[in-house]
């Protein structure tokens, strides 16, 4: 399937699984269902029949409330049926409101927030120290980089030049209590990466074009790990979700389910 079909489909899935759960983080996963698309569809070195293959790229996501998208994304990949999706949040379902290893293609249970980044900084230097191929991406959000343990693993890449370590920042400027803005201002982003010695790079995070040039550029880069600032909106491709601050919690009635569906199925 195409990349505007991965992410459709990521989508519709992400909501019905919140929507039956009666969970919430839908406006988390919907601004990052682009940037698994296109991660998983074209750039990652995978095999859903292989998941645990040693050459594989390793890809965490460290935003694991989000987790519905994620599970969407390894679900339409094949890593398992799409029919298991429906125990999501059920008492004893390995699907937790947050990513679990224990859910094939999931590397790290994450959920616990400034953790992704400092385990794939990790990944990334064994990879290098024993001389092997594979690159350690990872996902954040951007409220998740106030924790300081991010800041100690961006110094940490830098030090070691991890060329093969990529961070994609969600940057749908909205975190649990407030806008990014408010509650601890990132701005200037890029040129901060830039301080600390990485390549960093500034794109529109929902344009799958430029999401793919941007992961092609970053594994171009020697000896600086690359940060990938994707500017993304919040709750993207349901118009009532959008950039708003209630769908970082809030769960859909059945009237607001349809009416998601029903806007993505047609875009």
Not at 8 to 27: L, N
Not at 205 to 226: R, Y
Request: glycine letters at 8%.
């Amino acid at each position: 399937m195409t990349n505007k079909e991965l992410a459709q489909k990521i989508r519709m899935t992400a909501i019905d699984m919140v929507y039956k759960a009666k969970a919430s983080h839908v406006g988390g996963a919907l601004s990052m269902a682009d940037i698994l698309a296109v991660l998983y569809n074209e750039v990652l070195n995978i095999n859903p029949k292989h998941p645990n293959a040693p050459e594989r790229d390793r890809f965490i996501l460290s935003k694991g409330h989000s987790c519905v998208a994620m599970y969407a994304t390894l679900a339409h990949c094949g890593f398992f049926p799409i029919d298991e999706l429906d125990t999501y949040g059920i008492d004893g379902s390995r699907f937790l409101s947050h990513t679990t290893h224990k859910v094939e293609g999931i590397e790290f249970s994450s959920g616990s927030l400034g953790h992704g980044l400092p385990i794939a900084s990790g990944l990334a230097l064994a990879a290098k120290r024993k001389g092997e191929h594979w690159r350690s991406y990872v996902l954040v959000g951007d409220g998740e980089m106030d924790e300081g343990s991010n800041w100690e693993a961006i110094l940490f890449a830098a030090q070691f030049h991890l060329d093969n370590l990529c961070l994609i920042i969600d940057y749908n400027k909205i975190q649990s209590l407030g806008y990014t803005r408010e509650v601890m201002n990132l701005d200037p982003l890029k040129s901060k990466f830039e301080t600390f010695n990485w390549h960093a790079i500034e794109i529109d995070g929902h344009n799958h074009v430029q999401i793919k040039q941007a992961l092609m550029e970053a594994s171009q880069i020697k000896n600086k790990p690359t940060a990938i600032i994707a500017h993304t909106i919040k709750g993207k491709g349901v118009s009532f979700m959008e950039n708003k601050l209630l769908w970082h919690y809030k769960s859909p009635d059945q009237a607001q389910w349809k009416q998601a569906i029903k806007e993505i199925s047609e875009q």
